[in-house]
């Protein structure tokens, strides 16, 4: 897994979960993945980052990062996933929405633990 990277998960006995996460960290700096979600906007989700349809090509509608639901996984937790199936690979993010996202956590709801793995990775500033 790569920062940008995307990923669907195949949630047991149902479908895919509707979600598309994406890896904000930098993985190759650190075995600590951090993946937020997209979510359909509503004016009481965060709108730290607000995405519209097109920046994505699984966006086709205003959607906004849902921070608050971040995950730390270690890498080799994913790898082995995708490996089993149980992660389908999407489209990577551009470099845009990446720094896009990333811009947006000091204004987000994200847990001080995950913003200090972007800090200590030196990919955001809480300043």
């Not at 090509?57 to 937790?77: D, E, M, N, S, W």
């Not at 990577?92 to 000091?106: D, E, G, M």
Request: net charge negative; aromatic share 4%; hydrophobic share 40%.
């Amino acid at each position: 897994m790569n920062a940008g990277d995307t990923i669907l998960i195949d949630e047991p006995g149902t479908s895919y979960d509707s979600h598309l996460w994406m890896v904000i960290s930098d993985p190759k700096q650190d075995d600590r993945c951090l993946i937020v979600n997209f979510t359909s906007w509503r004016a009481d989700e965060d709108q730290a980052c607000v995405v519209e349809a097109g920046e994505h090509p699984y966006i086709k509608h205003r959607t906004c990062v849902k921070f608050r639901g971040a995950k730390l996984v270690p890498i080799a937790t994913l790898d082995a996933c995708l490996g089993s199936g149980g992660l389908v690979p999407h489209s990577p993010l551009s470099a845009n929405l990446l720094a896009k996202i990333r811009n947006a956590v000091p204004n987000s709801r994200i847990s001080i633990d995950h913003a200090h793995v972007l800090m200590d990775q030196g990919l955001v500033s809480l300043d």
